[in-house]
C-alpha cells in the first residue's frame, strides 16, 4: 500500500491532477471496468486527444494493465517468453521521462523533460514507451524475436485498458527509435519497440 501510495504521489505531482486520498488508499482494483467482450469490441485506434491529464488512477491502471505484476510470484499481466520479463514501460509525461517500476508499483525519474513530441507526431498527454531489455532476452537462432511480441502483449492490454476506460489511443511505429533512444539517454541495451499515445478522445 505504501509502494502505491507513492506512485500516486508521484503521478499528482508530474500531472497536476489530484492527490492521493489522505490515507494513501490507491483507487486501482483489480477488478472492474469493462466487461472484457465489451472492451475487445470498442478497441479501436482514435488518433485526436484532448489535452486533459489523465487521473493518478487511469495512469495508476494503464501501467498496470501494461505489465504490472499480477501475482504474489511475481509474475505479469503479460507473458513473457522462458519469463525473462525483459520488457518494460516508460511513461512520458510533461515534466518527464518515467520508468514504470512494476514490482514496486511506482514511477521512478529517468530524465526531466518533456519528450512526449520525440515519441511520435500526436499530441496527447501521455505517451508510453515499450522498451526490451535486449540483455535479458535475444532473437532465437532462427531469427524469431520474442521481446517484441511481449511489446505487443503489453500494447495490447494497454489498448484493452483504454478501451474498458473510455480513453483514445493509437499504437505509434512511425517514430525515430535511434533519436528517441539519444534523446532519454537510454542505455545501449534497451530497445525502443513500440510508443503509444493516451488520453481521453477529442470527439
Ligand atoms: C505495430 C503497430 C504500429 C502502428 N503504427 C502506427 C503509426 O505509426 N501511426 C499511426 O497512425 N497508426 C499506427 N498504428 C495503428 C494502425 O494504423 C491501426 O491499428 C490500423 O489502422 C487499424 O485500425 P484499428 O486499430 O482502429 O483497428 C500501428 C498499429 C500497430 C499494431
Known sequence: MKKLFLLLCVC????????????????????????????L??????????PDALTDRQLNELLWAACGVNRPDGKRTIP??????????IVLLPAG????????????????????????????PVKLLFVSDTEKLKPTPDGRDFAAVHAGAAAQNAALYCASEGLANVWVGGFDPAALSQALELPAKWK???????GLPAK
Do not use: C
Open 12 to 39: 499528482a505531482a508530474v500531472t497536476g491532477v489530484a492527490s492521493a486520498p489522505a490515507d494513501g488508499l490507491p483507487p486501482q482494483a483489480k477488478r472492474g471496468g469493462m466487461p472484457l467482450l465489451e472492451a
Open 41 to 50: 469490441s470498442r478497441r479501436r485506434t482514435i488518433r485526436e486527444f484532448r
Open 80 to 89: 513473457t517468453a522462458m519469463n525473462r520479463q525483459d520488457l518494460s514501460v
Open 97 to 124: 521521462a518515467y520508468w514504470y517500476d512494476a514490482p514496486a508499483a511506482k514511477l521512478v525519474l529517468h530524465k526531466a523533460g518533456d519528450f512526449r513530441p520525440q515519441a511520435s507526431r500526436f499530441d496527447a
Open 192 to 198: 525502443i519497440q513500440l510508443t503509444m499515445a493516451v
